[in-house]
């Protein structure tokens, strides 16, 4: 058997990590979509539409039936290992620009998602940070930075994602006021909202934003084409966003509209 080199391997799995954002914002738009009718968007064969619906089937994305595939329910969040591999290459670009913009010798607060856990991995080798964070993986990440000093909230653990939630956590993130928050959403509007899924998640979001002199969104592209029911802020509430490209133009102009800077890792 003939292996294919590392560098091959890691260049189809990019390729199929941009169809399946592709796909999963397609069928965000369109609700359910035709197997043909994907393929012929994205120059494909069907066979591969089917291998790509597959994985994103089996991460809890999408629901395969008959012919094509449609959104999973619109009131339940992706498993956390799931949300972990899907654009998995954007948010490691986000995360680098994300961190570039935290200077050293401040404060900052981290909560819950992917995303902000790969800002994290950046910030590790950072000089005298202060994070305040109610997420166990990025106490994990940052635990043997020498450099920075980490404070995890108390409250409820949510076993699955290791976030800590609750009104304990809410009222644990209410005495710091500090210089920076990296926040992440599970899903955006092109209004420029900023939604979720859990109240008890939510009400933390948003004493954390309340208590930041500086918020910092990191988001990638998948995530306009996803829906959660409960918003927890807006752009309004957002300094700067990050994120790899904005593929719809109304929230482009929300951003404008609201003073956000946009800092894109892959505009093309």
Sequence with gaps: MVQRPKSDENASRDLAAVRQVRLVERLGGAGHAKVEDLAQLLGVTPQTIRGDLRQLDEQGAVSRVRGGAMLRSRLDNIGYHSRQAMAADAKGRI??????????????????GTTVEAVATFLAQ????????NNLNVAEILADARGIEVIV???????EDRAVVGP???????????????IGASAL???????????????????????????????????????APVRFATM????????????????????????????ATDPA
């Design 126 to 133: 950072r000089q005298r940070l202060m994070v305040v964070t």
């Design 153 to 159: 909230a108390g409250g409820r653990l949510r076993a």
């Design 168 to 182: 304990l956590t809410v009222d644990f993130l209410g005495a710091f006021k500090v210089d920076y928050a990296v």
């Design 95 to 112: 995360g680098k620009a994300a961190a570039d913009l935290v200077p050293d010798g401040v404060s900052l607060f981290i909560n819950i």
């Design 236 to 263: 309004n509430d957002v300094d700067t966003f990050v994120t790899d490209r904005i593929t719809d133009p109304r929230l482009a102009q929300s951003c404008a509209e609201m003073g956000v800077r946009v800092i």
């Design 189 to 227: 509007d092109a209004d420029g909202n900023l939604l979720d899924f859990d109240i008890d998640e939510i009400k933390v979001s948003q004493s954390i934003v309340a208590h930041a002199r500086h918020v910092v969104l990191v988001a990638d592209s998948s995530k306009l084409s996803r829906h």
